[in-house]
């Protein structure tokens, strides 16, 4: 769990870094066009999508070690 915590910081890092650079970019050069509602539909069902399959995973995951672990 220890390790699964530092990974998580790190990609929130990563992306908090991403994000505010995209915005200095963006109050650099207001003229660089905007992303279309099709990409961001895309990306949302993307992480969506890897959320649940992770999620689902990890559910069986916990299932199944509970039950090997009782017998």
Do not use: F, Q
Request: hydrophobic share 50%; charged share 20%.
């Amino acid at each position: 769990m220890k390790y699964t915590a530092v990974r998580i910081r790190r990609a929130v890092l990563g992306l908090t870094t991403r994000l505010e650079e995209g915005l200095e970019e963006a109050a650099r050069r207001p003229d660089r066009g905007d992303i279309s509602i099709t990409t961001v539909i895309i990306w949302v069902a993307a992480v969506t999508g890897a959320l649940v399959v992770a999620g689902t995973i990890a559910v069986v995951i916990a299932k199944y070690n509970t039950s090997l672990s009782n017998t």
